[in-house]
């Protein structure tokens, strides 16, 4: 089963990068005529991004599935990876109720960003911040607790 797994996925990566060469050969030749021609530049294209996506789709679906097995297999580690993002959820609602929403920098009125955008972002920013913090703790943690333990 392994081995037959093995070949298929190698059959299947060949197949998506000679479609790829072929896709990206067919821009490369065509691109004088796409610039006059927007059907061309239009049909060729979207055999680019089709491709794309289908490989973008298809490598959630995988993730997805790989998740949700050892997720059933090993339900503690479920629980686990469960209190995680729901710790993560809650720091991110601590960076959102930090973020004031304030429109007053000149970019925001130059592209046009309203305070519920302009609270996102802050909160976005404050999470990098929080969640930066927290990792340099961790850092710190980690070598004085190495360093206790070694004596």
């Given amino acids: 089963m392994d081995n037959t797994f093995v070949k298929v996925t190698k059959i299947f990566t060949i197949l998506m990068m000679v479609a790829a060469v072929v896709f ?42 790989f998740a949700i097995s050892q997720m059933i297999s090993t339900p503690k580690t479920a629980i686990r990876a469960l209190i995680s993002i729901a710790i993560l959820g809650f720091v991110y609602l601590l960076a959102y109720l930090s973020a004031s929403g304030n429109v007053d ?45 070694k004596r």
Avoid: C, H, W
């Fill in 105 to 149: 920098a000149e970019v925001y009125t130059t592209f046009d960003i309203d305070s519920t955008a302009s609270k996102l972002i802050g909160s976005l920013i404050y999470l990098v911040y929080i969640l930066g913090g927290l990792s340099i703790l961790a850092i710190v943690y980690s070598a004085v607790n190495s360093l206790l333990l």
């Fill in 24 to 65: 990206t050969a067919l821009v490369i030749i065509n691109s004088d005529d796409m610039k006059t021609d927007p059907a061309l530049a239009n049909k060729l294209l979207n055999m680019n991004f089709g491709l794309g996506y289908f490989l973008f789709g298809l490598g959630v679906i995988t993730t997805l599935a």
